[in-house]
Nanobody
Framework: QVQLVESGGGLVQPGGSLRLSCAASGSIFSFNTMGWYRQAPGKQREWVATIASSASSGIVADSVKGRFTISRDNAKNTVYLQMNSLKPEDTAVYYC??????????WGQGTQVTVSS
């Protein structure tokens, strides 16, 4: 069964950086796309970034453009979310997502990111 495990979350000061990791149980080439979503308390879950299995770069939401970058390491079956210039409004639970033909969607358990002084 497909399993996605996020890590790298934590507490960081405004302006700081953090890198999230999403390790997949199988080859990330098994998925059409991999991505990240986030959900803050009392708010709807929103899309953050997506990368195709064969792509060297991805796409990010306008709200994080210029600050966040999604990437992958095929050898480690891992997708990353590099977050720079973090703001308090970036505080949320970040979820890894994978999509296969069907479409069929898979989700990780989430990792908490808190941006506060």
């Amino acid at each position: 069964q497909v399993q996605l495990v996020e890590s790298g979350g934590g507490l960081v000061q405004p302006g700081g950086s953090l890198r999230l990791s999403c390790a997949a149980s199988g080859s990330i080439f098994s998925f059409n796309t991999m991505g990240w979503y986030r959900q803050a308390p009392g708010k709807q879950r929103e899309w953050v970034a997506t990368i195709a299995s064969s792509a060297s770069s991805g796409i990010v939401a306008d709200s994080v453009k210029g600050r966040f970058t999604i990437s992958r390491d095929n050898a480690k079956n891992t997708v990353y979310l590099q977050m720079n210039s973090l703001k308090p409004e970036d505080t949320a639970v970040y979820y890894c997502n994978a999509m296969r033909a069907g479409p069929v969607y898979y989700w990780g358990q989430g990792t908490q990111v808190t941006v506060s002084s």
